[in-house]
């Protein structure tokens, strides 16, 4: 039986990566939208001081509501996943595929799957006619999905009055293995912020923006949530943007693991031209680093890019291949 790797990205909104067999697709993709554009535990979070000294308490609450957004919501994007898995004889195997993923317009308390074409299996492109024939079926999907959703009856209780608080001006994502409803093993900068503890290390620029550079650790009696066990386990290295408090990096190890091995758990953001904070590389490393978890023994990664934001407004259903880089 397959099981399933699930993906949070944000607080609310869903994105599912789900490992299948070798016949069929890699990857599924869901995703929600909640009513709230500010989450609830964050309307009492104002910005952090880190001038002249850094305020590393407001900084982590600030950090996490920065990245509680929706916004994949709004995007259709390439993601290119990969899988490696070891059997008990040693043995390697690493299968990937890359897809272009579409998102029907969703409103505000509705979930819905995304739309992937394969276009990539293997190393090996789709050919032309099929990729054709895909994305002409993906259309029809797309335009089923949105039909679905406008059928939706959602709550119509919303706030008649301004909501303040922080807010989110991007997505963390979160990655975790399911078996039978059960969370095996999950990992989410999210979770980071609300349990550790961080060390200021330096300051230092990064892709050409100015960043805070902590050694995290866990908090001593902090609690995790199911498959989140192992980050007692974690120290590493966190990146918060200097200018917008939001953590645009994170590198982790298992304790006592020599910081230049591969880390047990990866994770990148990307900064779009407009500000906005998006994944761009999630990886967990559970078949090189068996006690992540006695039952998730394969290494996977995510990797997120050509978005494209989309307009709410769609006369026609039709889905092209996305502009290059």
């Known amino acids: 039986m397959a099981k399933n790797i ?30 709230r554009t500010i989450p609830r535990e964050c309307r009492l979070v104002v910005p952090a001081t880190i ?3 850094i305020d590393t308490e407001a900084l982590l609450k600030e950090a996490g509501c920065k990245g509680a957004g929706e916004m994949l919501t709004e995007f259709s994007y390439t993601m290119d996943f990969t899988q490696r898995t070891v059997d008990k004889k040693g043995n390697a195997k690493t299968e990937s595929a890359t897809y272009e993923v579409f998102i029907p317009t969703l409103k505000s308390g509705t979930h819905a799957s995304g739309i992937l074409v394969e276009t990539v299996k293997n190393g090996v492109p789709v050919s032309q006619s099929k990729l054709d024939d895909e994305r002409r079926k993906a259309g029809e999907r797309l335009e089923k999905e949105e039909a679905r959703i406008d059928r939706t009856q959602v709550s119509t209780n919303q706030p008649k009055t301004e909501v303040k608080g922080m807010t989110p001006i991007g997505m963390y994502s979160r990655t975790s293995v399911t078996h039978s409803d059960h969370v095996q093993l999950a990992f989410t900068i999210g979770s980071l912020l609300t349990t550790c503890e961080l060390t200021f290390l330096r300051r230092e620029t990064i892709d050409g923006r100015p960043g805070l550079v902590f050694k995290f650790s866990p908090r001593a009696g902090a609690s995790f949530r199911e498959g989140e066990g192992y980050l007692a386990q974690l120290t590493g290295e966190m990146v918060i943007d200097a200018q917008d408090h939001i953590v645009s990096k994170l590198t982790g190890w298992l304790n006592g693991v020599d910081h230049t091995a591969a880390p047990a758990v990866y994770e990148d953001m990307t900064r779009l031209k407009d500000g906005t904070w998006l994944p761009h590389l999630t990886r967990v490393n559970a078949g090189t680093y068996p006690t992540l978890s006695e039952k998730v ?29």
């Not at 909104?13 to 299948?20: G, K, N, P, R």
């Not at 990857?27 to 929600?32: D, E, K, M, N, S």
């Not at 990664?301 to 709410?312: A, E, G, H, K």
């Open 297 to 325: 023994n394969w290494d996977w990664s995510s990797t997120f890019s050509n978005f494209v934001r989309f307009t709410t407004e769609v006369k026609d259903v039709k889905v092209d291949a996305p502009p290059p880089d």
């Open 51 to 53: 001038e002249p000294q």
């Open 6 to 35: 699930l993906g949070c990205v944000g607080l609310l909104s869903l994105l599912a990566l789900i490992a299948t067999p070798a016949s069929a697709q890699l990857a599924r993709v869901q995703l929600g939208k909640s009513a």
